[in-house]
């Protein structure tokens, strides 16, 4: 299993930003595929994840990303609305087999490399 992270920029606060999760060796419709981010000095954090039964969010972002997919490319992508200047990170997405959007990121096994988000005030 493999991911290809993408999409990372700087931007302005106010702006957006897709992000996209290129995923081979694993079926994207029927497993889970989730997005976390790192910012400097902080542990990596749970941002959204989807699954064939549904998405979820943490609540920092709830209401500005949308998390999707794309089953005939294997690409799952994180639409960011709105973005603040504490959006700042480096975003990864992780992979795991089963149908639970499990938070924490020792529940994922497979992980590809981050791309950098820059928010400037």
């Known amino acids: 299993v493999q991911l290809q992270a993408s999409g990372g920029g700087l931007v302005q606060a106010g702006g957006s930003l897709r992000l996209s999760c290129a995923v081979s060796?694993?079926?994207?419709?029927?497993?889970?595929v989730g997005w976390f981010r790192q910012a400097p000095g902080k542990e990596r954090e749970f941002v959204s994840a989807?699954?064939?039964?549904?998405?979820g969010y943490a609540d920092s972002v709830k209401g500005r990303f949308t998390i999707s997919r794309d089953n005939a490319k294997g690409t799952v992508y994180l639409q960011m609305n709105s973005l603040k200047p504490e959006d700042t990170a480096v975003y990864y997405c992780?992979?795991?087999?089963?149908?639970?959007?499990?938070?924490?990121?020792?529940?994922?096994?497979?992980w590809g490399q981050g791309t950098q988000v820059t928010v400037s005030s």
């Open positions: 992780a992979a795991r087999y089963g149908s639970a959007r499990a938070p924490t990121e020792n529940s994922y096994d497979y």
């Open positions: 060796g694993l079926t994207i419709s029927s497993n889970v």
């Open positions: 989807i699954s064939r039964s549904g998405d």
